[in-house]
């Protein structure tokens, strides 16, 4: 088991060296206002960045940009990043790390900010973590930042400053509008695109989206059948250690796989609920028993739950590569180990009682529907409420995978 670990890690080393993003046609201005035509580097950024790479030709060397020298980049039809002085409020909205102030504490600093919409007013977009933010412009105005923050009130309760329904009003309000349109409209993303939509075309104006362009789906659901190789040791101080012996099985998981929206589809969260068995049985000389022997038997079943992270390699627009890191959650049932005298007589019933591991796995998926994955879990104990006995069960799973939808 050793060795096919070392040989899934180094796999997994290799492919961290391979880059499967592509460059895109795209363009920067820099500080001189002059427009070079290129190809960027588009990682569909999570977070605004501060530089990116880029190649002026297929062949040539990639090079890297940054804030400091370009005021504007994008890739076509998909993204565009301009870079603004603006105030802006870095005042965290963790419950456990709210001001007492209900006003935007602002400092000025100089950003890379994603274009949503263009129109009669535009709409921006910074990310930096777990902080989101949201600015606007009209015409030719200065770039502000719409007004949200939660604070810790007097009585210890969260008030919310929403300012920027004030600001929609004031600043961006077509006469059909109702004051009742305004105070739906949440700090999120989905309802200020939809109002600055609604803003743009009450007064005929032409509008420019510019939103990532995910492929495929944010959900997939497969079914998962797969053969296990798995192997047990058990130990007490009474006698040496008993090596059951790798046995074959059969198993199946449910894939729940959550795509996450950045990065171009390379991240996922999977929670997979799956079956599996192992048994087996063991025949060991025990010196200091009747008979010189004990037979011991395991029939160990449970429903793993593996919750991993998973991370996709594209190698072309059909088949990607794909790692998994797992923790698993396991809960058996009805399962035992039973150790038994050479005459027949029973020595000792351990019931099995299992503790929590970590996997690490990697795949191969062609055409968003068929995959093959293997799958290596650490050691677990399977003996968790007997502090007398030390076991280690390991995994070595061969999975295929078939996406229903």
Known sequence: MKKHLLILLALILCLNSYSQISFEKGYYINNANQKTECLIKNV???NNPTEFEYRLSESSEANKATISSVQEFGVY?????????????????????????????????ELFLKVLIEGKSNLYEYNDLNLKRFFYSSQNAKVEQLIFKSYKTPDNSIGKNNRYKQQL??????????????ESVAYNKNDLVKYFTDYSECFNKDLTYFESKQKGHSFNLNIRPRLNSSSLSISNNNFK???????LAFGIGLEAEFI???????WAIAIEPTYQNYKSEKITDITNMVG???????????????VSLRHYFFINKNSKIFLNASFVLDFSSNSSVELTRFDGTLYKSLEIKTRNNVALGIGYKQNDKYSLEVRYQTNREILGDDPSWISKYNTLSFILGYTIF
């Open 241 to 247: 250690t008993i090596n059951f012996d790798n046995e």
């Open 44 to 46: 569909d950024w999570k």
């Open 292 to 306: 010189g022997k004990i037979i011991a038997n395991i029939d160990y079943s449970s429903i793993e739950i593996p």
């Open 169 to 182: 009003w004031t600043d961006l309000k077509c006469p059909d509008f109702k004051m009742s349109k305004i």
């Open 77 to 109: 039809n998909i993204s565009k990043y301009i870079r603004r002085t603006v105030n802006i409020d870095r005042s965290s909205e963790n419950i456990n790390n709210l001001s007492n102030d209900r006003n935007p504490i602002f400092k000025k600093e």
């Open 260 to 266: 996450l929206p950045f990065n171009k589809n390379k």
